[in-house]
């Protein structure tokens, strides 16, 4: 009786793997079948490359493709010098209660819902780089976006950064103070290389995040559908277009080719998590 | 030589300010929503016109206020967690005690790949199964609360599958012996043993995918939330929440009035999600945090 018990038990829960195991393929079939007929004519690398102009019948995703790239990369351009700063302040030993308020602070920051940062963007940022800036334009742009986005992407980064730091084995430390070196020296030529996977695994796992993020983009890039040639350009993100075309009528081509920008987000994501996965445990097989 | 005491002299220089900078950045951003926001605070933006507890009677219908937003937020988050919780607690215990080698492996991956998906990713989903729950079965079928908490639910599991599997993963190796060396079965030891052990960070966890419940917009705003649709009647019907009111009054407000009530429906958001996100980091200080990343 206890026996068949158990064995349900165990059943139920392998079914519920199994089930979210499930509900990921799905997702990728679900997107993969109403955008099938873009490809079905050989189209495929014409609309990652080619143009939107859905008045001439062209449906490439291009522009977003680049339009994201361009403020995922300006922004980790940003975060990644301003997060390893902090992490460096939270986690050298010495001015104890400022880095413990920063730690504080900074989790309480990944608490912050995204559209609170568009919201505020929206109406402080913009305003801003709109007056600040001589070709500014309508401050609706790359720069306000990637600086929002800053802001989004940090606090995890930096509390992923301090683990990181936190795991390098206390002895390796010790041992340069006891030669004479100071914290900063310890913390350059010890700490930091010893810890360049974790460092690895936030920067990609931040990547995704702001790649992925649909609010702040769509808020505050503009929306407009070009490639951008400045950083006052507005751009639309594949995630802004997918939000901003998918009340199309469901057979026009416009409404499948966000399927196209879906696809593209769910290749890029999973390949992000593979790396995640292979610098985690090969940095598990060094420490 | 000189370089490398230029940079030791630099380092703590430079760290002070990205810290500095991200400090007076996060500063200003809620500052300046409470500078202008907490005018609008009162009773009137919660209820309008209509007596408060008429309207959390539902005695009368609401207008011209949050509260229809607010019970819409609060149905969907409660629809959305009931739906992930079994799974993802069954998912978790399956990969922390059962699974092994290559499937162990495989889950770890797929769930990996589940958890970086982009919330829209994740929307689009909800409205592609609409559409052909619409051709195949009924035409009927619309996008609903209903949907929307099944979308929110895929999205929120990994959070959940990762805090259980993580907390019973790090209970130590003496307490998962002790039961089964006075001879208890396996599942007796987990669920008389290790479970409430590892019940913080699972309860952790749980308010953490609430949190992200809450303030997602990018599903919600593909399978079903309008701007209005007053107190949602049931299951089947579109609603109202609170990110996508403020996301909808950014960009479509009348007037100064209107805007007002979007820095208020803001600051409650933020209030809600920042009492949540403190209470799970309360109940267990170290969760894990790559369980925190994904795009939304």
């Known amino acids: 009786m206890r026996r068949t018990t158990e064995q349900i038990i165990e059943k139920i829960c392998f079914f519920s793997a199994l089930i979210s195991g499930f509900i990921t393929c799905s997702i990728f079939l679900f997107l993969l079948i109403p955008g099938l007929p873009l490809f079905r004519g050989g189209h495929f690398f014409s609309i990652l490359t080619g143009p939107w102009e859905p008045g001439l019948g062209q449906f490439g995703i291009y522009p977003m493709i680049s339009g994201t790239l361009a403020v995922t990369m300006l922004t980790m351009l940003f975060a990644f010098p301003l997060s390893l700063g902090c992490a460096t302040l939270i986690s050298m030993e010495g001015n104890f209660r400022l880095s413990r308020l920063l730690r504080k602070i900074v989790e309480m920051m990944t608490g912050v819902p995204t559209v609170i940062y568009g919201f505020v963007g929206i109406f402080l940022l913009v305003p801003l780089v709109r007056n600040f800036f001589v070709n500014g334009g309508s401050g609706m742009c790359i720069l306000s976006a990637a600086l929002m986005l800053t802001l989004l992407a940090s606090p995890t980064m930096i509390l992923l950064f301090c683990d990181s730091f936190s795991r390098v084995p206390h002895s390796y430390g010790d041992a340069v103070l006891a030669v004479g070196g100071t914290e900063v020296q310890k913390f350059l030529y010890v700490t930091l290389p010893c810890s360049w996977p974790g460092i690895l695994m936030g920067f990609t796992l931040a990547l995704g995040r702001v790649l992925g993020d649909t609010l702040v983009a769509l808020m505050i890039a503009g929306n407009a559908v070009q490639v951008p040639g400045s950083l006052f350009d507005s751009v639309r993100t594949l995630t802004s277009h997918i939000a901003l075309v998918f009340a199309a009528d469901y057979n026009s081509p416009e409404f499948q080719a966000i399927f196209a920008c879906a696809i593209f987000l769910y290749f890029f994501s999973t390949l992000l998590a593979v790396s995640v996965r292979l610098i985690h445990s090969r940095w598990r097989i060094n420490t | ?296």
């Open chain 2, 1 to 296: 030589m000189r370089f490398r005491r230029l940079l030791e002299q630099a380092v703590p220089l430079l760290s002070l300010m990205s810290s500095i900078i991200l400090l007076a950045a996060i500063t200003t951003v809620l500052g300046f929503l409470f500078l202008k926001g907490w005018q609008s605070l009162n009773f009137q933006l919660l209820f309008g016109t209509t007596p408060p507890l008429d309207a959390i009677l539902f005695k009368r219908r609401v207008f011209d206020c949050l509260f229809p937003a607010m019970v819409g937020t609060f149905s969907l988050v409660c629809l959305a967690v009931c739906w992930a919780i079994p799974v993802g607690i069954a998912a978790g215990i399956y990969l922390a005690e059962y699974a092994q080698g290559k499937i162990r492996i495989f889950f770890n991956l797929i769930f990996d790949v589940l958890a970086g998906l982009p919330s829209i990713v994740v929307g689009l989903f909800g409205f592609s199964i609409t559409i052909f729950l619409n051709k195949q079965l009924s035409n009927q079928i619309y996008p609903c609360l209903l949907i929307s908490s099944i979308a929110l639910a895929f999205l929120v599991l990994p959070y959940i599958i990762r805090a259980t599997q993580a907390s019973l993963e790090g209970q130590p190796e003496s307490l998962r012996l002790t039961a089964l060396a006075l001879g208890a079965s396996k599942m007796q030891n987990i669920v008389r043993v290790l479970l409430p052990q590892s019940l913080p960070g699972i309860t952790s966890g749980v308010i953490l995918a609430t949190g992200r419940c809450a303030e997602d917009t990018a599903v919600i705003m593909l399978t079903g939330a309008v701007a209005t649709a007053g107190v949602p009647r049931s299951l089947f019907s579109s609603f109202e929440a609170l990110p996508f009111y403020i996301y909808y009054i950014s960009s479509q407000y009348a007037d100064q009035e209107e805007l007002a009530t979007g820095y208020g429906a803001a600051i409650i958001l933020l209030f809600i999600c920042l009492m949540l996100f403190s209470l799970a980091f309360v109940i267990k200080k170290r969760v894990r945090l790559s369980a925190q990343y994904r795009a939304h």
